[in-house]
Protein backbone atom coordinates (compact mmCIF):
# COMPACT_ATOMS: atom_id res chain seq x y z
CA UNK A 1 0.00 0.00 0.00
CA UNK A 2 1.02 3.68 -0.89
CA UNK A 3 2.17 6.05 1.43
CA UNK A 4 -1.66 8.22 2.50
CA UNK A 5 0.17 11.15 1.89
CA UNK A 6 1.18 10.06 -1.68
CA UNK A 7 -1.85 9.24 -3.06
CA UNK A 8 -2.61 6.45 -5.81
CA UNK A 9 -1.84 8.67 -8.29
CA UNK A 10 0.97 11.64 -7.59
CA UNK A 11 0.77 14.61 -9.31
CA UNK A 12 3.23 17.24 -9.88
CA UNK A 13 1.59 19.00 -6.65
CA UNK A 14 2.32 15.80 -5.20
CA UNK A 15 5.73 15.05 -5.67
CA UNK A 16 6.65 19.05 -5.35
CA UNK A 17 5.63 18.01 -1.37
CA UNK A 18 7.69 14.87 -1.49
CA UNK A 19 10.67 16.89 -2.56
CA UNK A 20 10.00 19.82 0.40
CA UNK A 21 9.64 17.31 2.93
CA UNK A 22 12.76 14.99 2.14
CA UNK A 23 15.46 17.21 0.04
CA UNK A 24 17.08 18.06 2.88
CA UNK A 25 17.34 14.52 4.56
CA UNK A 26 17.75 13.17 1.14
CA UNK A 27 20.90 15.65 0.72
CA UNK A 28 22.51 15.36 3.87
CA UNK A 29 22.28 11.41 3.21
CA UNK A 30 24.11 11.97 -0.03
CA UNK A 31 26.78 14.60 1.28
CA UNK A 32 27.94 12.37 4.11
CA UNK A 33 28.65 9.47 1.72
CA UNK A 34 30.20 11.28 -0.89
CA UNK A 35 31.96 14.43 1.13
CA UNK A 36 31.55 16.60 -1.57
CA UNK A 37 28.68 19.53 -1.35
CA UNK A 38 28.38 20.61 -5.20
CA UNK A 39 28.38 16.07 -6.08
CA UNK A 40 25.54 16.06 -3.44
CA UNK A 41 23.38 18.83 -4.68
CA UNK A 42 23.73 17.09 -8.02
CA UNK A 43 22.72 13.65 -7.10
CA UNK A 44 20.06 14.97 -4.87
CA UNK A 45 18.42 16.56 -7.96
CA UNK A 46 19.19 13.01 -10.10
CA UNK A 47 17.46 11.10 -7.07
CA UNK A 48 14.34 13.21 -7.08
CA UNK A 49 14.13 13.20 -11.09
CA UNK A 50 14.74 9.84 -11.22
CA UNK A 51 12.03 8.85 -8.73
CA UNK A 52 9.42 11.49 -10.41
CA UNK A 53 10.52 9.06 -13.38
CA UNK A 54 9.69 5.95 -12.05
CA UNK A 55 7.23 6.67 -9.66
CA UNK A 56 4.82 4.42 -11.53
CA UNK A 57 6.84 1.87 -10.39
CA UNK A 58 6.76 2.25 -6.69
CA UNK A 59 4.92 -0.48 -5.30
CA UNK A 60 4.42 0.47 -1.71
CA UNK A 61 6.54 -2.09 -0.14
CA UNK A 62 8.37 0.06 1.12
CA UNK A 63 7.97 3.76 2.63
CA UNK A 64 8.26 6.76 0.08
CA UNK A 65 10.90 8.13 2.90
CA UNK A 66 13.33 4.80 2.34
CA UNK A 67 12.29 3.83 -1.53
CA UNK A 68 13.87 7.80 -1.66
CA UNK A 69 16.42 7.09 0.52
CA UNK A 70 17.72 3.61 -1.74
CA UNK A 71 17.39 5.45 -4.95
CA UNK A 72 19.51 8.44 -3.18
CA UNK A 73 22.25 5.28 -2.42
CA UNK A 74 22.01 3.65 -5.56
CA UNK A 75 22.87 7.38 -7.17
CA UNK A 76 25.57 8.07 -4.60
CA UNK A 77 27.15 4.15 -5.36
CA UNK A 78 27.49 4.99 -9.26
CA UNK A 79 28.79 8.36 -8.39
CA UNK A 80 31.60 6.77 -6.49
CA UNK A 81 32.22 4.40 -9.03
CA UNK A 82 32.87 6.60 -11.38
CA UNK A 83 35.20 8.52 -9.01
CA UNK A 84 39.05 8.01 -10.02
CA UNK A 85 39.22 6.93 -6.19
CA UNK A 86 35.92 5.41 -4.83
CA UNK A 87 37.16 5.06 -1.09
CA UNK A 88 38.44 8.48 -1.28
CA UNK A 89 36.10 10.85 -0.67
CA UNK A 90 36.73 14.64 -1.42
CA UNK A 91 36.04 17.39 1.55
CA UNK A 92 34.81 20.40 1.80
CA UNK A 93 34.98 22.57 5.26
CA UNK A 94 31.52 24.09 6.05
CA UNK A 95 33.52 27.07 6.90
CA UNK A 96 34.44 27.63 3.46
CA UNK A 97 32.53 30.13 1.47
CA UNK A 98 30.63 29.29 -1.50
CA UNK A 99 28.72 31.36 -4.16
CA UNK A 100 25.10 31.80 -4.02
CA UNK A 101 22.94 32.30 -7.09
CA UNK A 102 23.53 35.78 -6.94
CA UNK A 103 27.48 35.94 -6.91
CA UNK A 104 27.52 36.90 -3.12
CA UNK A 105 29.68 34.67 -0.92
CA UNK A 106 28.05 32.75 2.10
CA UNK A 107 29.14 30.74 4.67
CA UNK A 108 28.03 26.96 5.77
CA UNK A 109 29.18 27.31 8.56
CA UNK A 110 26.74 26.08 11.31
CA UNK A 111 25.71 28.94 13.98
CA UNK A 112 27.49 28.67 17.59
CA UNK A 113 24.58 28.45 20.41
CA UNK A 114 27.03 28.07 23.38
CA UNK A 115 28.62 31.27 25.25
CA UNK A 116 32.16 29.76 25.71
CA UNK A 117 34.53 30.15 22.56
CA UNK A 118 36.85 27.13 23.83
CA UNK A 119 34.28 24.78 24.31
CA UNK A 120 32.68 25.16 21.05
CA UNK A 121 36.14 25.24 19.39
CA UNK A 122 37.23 21.90 20.91
CA UNK A 123 33.64 20.24 20.03
CA UNK A 124 34.16 21.74 16.16
CA UNK A 125 37.60 20.17 16.42
CA UNK A 126 36.14 17.10 17.65
CA UNK A 127 33.40 17.15 14.78
CA UNK A 128 36.21 17.44 12.12
CA UNK A 129 38.40 14.69 13.38
CA UNK A 130 34.73 12.39 13.15
CA UNK A 131 33.34 13.66 10.29
CA UNK A 132 37.24 12.89 8.73
CA UNK A 133 37.47 9.51 10.47
CA UNK A 134 33.77 8.81 8.75
CA UNK A 135 35.16 9.92 5.72
CA UNK A 136 37.98 7.73 5.74
CA UNK A 137 36.06 4.44 5.99
CA UNK A 138 35.97 2.53 2.90
CA UNK A 139 32.64 3.21 0.99
CA UNK A 140 30.73 -0.29 1.99
CA UNK A 141 31.36 1.11 5.59
CA UNK A 142 30.74 4.90 5.94
CA UNK A 143 27.56 4.23 3.68
CA UNK A 144 25.64 2.21 6.47
CA UNK A 145 27.56 4.65 9.32
CA UNK A 146 26.18 7.26 7.96
CA UNK A 147 22.14 5.66 7.56
CA UNK A 148 22.53 4.42 10.70
CA UNK A 149 24.53 7.25 12.98
CA UNK A 150 23.77 10.29 11.04
CA UNK A 151 20.67 9.96 9.41
CA UNK A 152 18.76 7.47 12.14
CA UNK A 153 17.43 4.44 10.35
CA UNK A 154 16.56 1.41 11.69
CA UNK A 155 18.76 -1.29 10.81
CA UNK A 156 15.48 -3.01 8.66
CA UNK A 157 15.03 0.44 6.83
CA UNK A 158 19.32 0.28 6.54
CA UNK A 159 18.15 -3.15 4.59
CA UNK A 160 15.30 -1.58 2.57
CA UNK A 161 17.53 1.16 1.33
CA UNK A 162 20.86 -0.67 0.70
CA UNK A 163 19.69 -4.10 -0.70
CA UNK A 164 21.88 -5.90 2.35
CA UNK A 165 21.30 -8.53 4.48
CA UNK A 166 20.44 -7.96 7.80
CA UNK A 167 23.68 -9.74 9.01
CA UNK A 168 25.51 -8.09 6.28
CA UNK A 169 23.95 -4.55 7.74
CA UNK A 170 25.07 -5.66 11.12
CA UNK A 171 28.49 -6.58 10.38
CA UNK A 172 29.22 -3.97 8.58
CA UNK A 173 27.69 -1.64 11.21
CA UNK A 174 30.01 -3.61 13.49
CA UNK A 175 32.98 -3.32 11.94
CA UNK A 176 32.67 0.54 10.94
CA UNK A 177 32.53 1.46 14.76
CA UNK A 178 35.42 -0.64 15.28
CA UNK A 179 37.41 1.44 12.17
CA UNK A 180 35.80 4.87 14.19
CA UNK A 181 37.11 3.56 17.60
CA UNK A 182 40.20 3.07 16.95
CA UNK A 183 40.85 6.21 14.97
CA UNK A 184 39.21 8.28 17.44
CA UNK A 185 40.43 6.83 20.47
CA UNK A 186 43.65 9.18 20.66
CA UNK A 187 41.45 11.98 20.93
CA UNK A 188 39.48 10.89 23.86
CA UNK A 189 42.44 9.09 25.56
CA UNK A 190 43.44 12.68 26.23
CA UNK A 191 39.99 13.87 27.42
Known amino acids: ??????????????????????????????????????EAADVTQETFINAYRNFHKFRGDASVFTWLYQIAVNQS????????????????????????????????DIPDTTHAPHQALERKEMQEKIMAAIEALPAEYREVVVLREMQGLSYQEIVDVTGLSMDNVKTRLSRARAMLRRRLEPYYASE
Open 1 to 38: MRNASVGAQTGVGDFNELVARYEKPIFNVVYRILGDYD
Open 77 to 108: RNRLRRRKRPDVAKTESLDTAFLDEAGDAESR
